[in-house]
């Protein structure tokens, strides 16, 4: 198996001037990650890996995702950074890092 820390970068605006949470999670899998790839789980949804780093000292793959930025949905909602990161902690299993 190959452990793996995933990672996704949370922004507040389009133009990603402004970070407001990198979000991890931490996952084995059983053949090396790879970039356009996308890990599902239940409700977990990675989304596509844009980057694939090796760790020799910590033996684990370091995985960028496709960032989240602010949305707006059908009804004509816009779905703020800080939704965004409490849904995907709340309800999808991802951590804040620190």
Not at 63 to 68: A, D
Request: aromatic content about 10%.
């Amino acid at each position: 198996m190959f452990k793996c820390e995933i990672s996704k970068a949370i922004w507040k605006d389009e133009q990603r001037t402004s970070l407001h949470a990198v979000l991890i999670r931490q996952v084995e899998l059983p053949f090396p990650p790879s970039c356009c790839l996308d890990i599902k789980d239940g409700k977990f949804n990675s989304g596509e890996i844009t980057g694939v780093t090796w760790d020799i000292d910590k033996q684990m793959f370091f995985v960028g995702t496709k960032y989240e930025i602010p949305w707006k949905d059908k009804d004509g909602h816009v779905h703020t950074a800080e939704e965004i990161t409490a849904h995907l902690v709340k309800r999808v299993g991802w951590i804040v890092s620190t």
